[in-house]
């Protein structure tokens, strides 16, 4: 796999489209969620960009590329995804827009982190 291959996607929206929704065919309901507008979610639209971007890479590996994206990769998102309290908990048939708030956070101790894009200028 040397070099920068070519997508056989044009984006994550054809991926989910032509070949995820496919491959995962599952009840939906109580047990798991899906939202037809995923790409409204913050968390779905990254999780899946990012499972189309390792198909994309793996699937060029003849010999274990779609088991490792499988175990590695589809899975892990897609249950996250799918789950009753996942990112779809309010779309139950429907995209339903409502106010989740962000994960509570206290700002850190001044000097505890340091810009990682700068040399380290701490020397460590």
Known sequence: MDGEQELFYPHVAAFVEDRLIYLYTRRIGQ????CPEWFRHAEALSRLDSIWRAWEHLRLDPATGMSVWWRD???????????PDGPFAA????HTDYPIPPLPV?????????????????GI
């Open 31 to 34: 047990q798991y969620v899906w």
């Open 91 to 94: 779309c139950r048939g429907q």
């Open 106 to 122: 206290e700002e850190p101790p001044a000097g505890l982190f340091f810009d990682q894009r700068q040399p380290n200028v701490r």
């Open 73 to 83: 990769h589809a899975d892990p998102h897609m249950m996250a995804l799918l789950d």
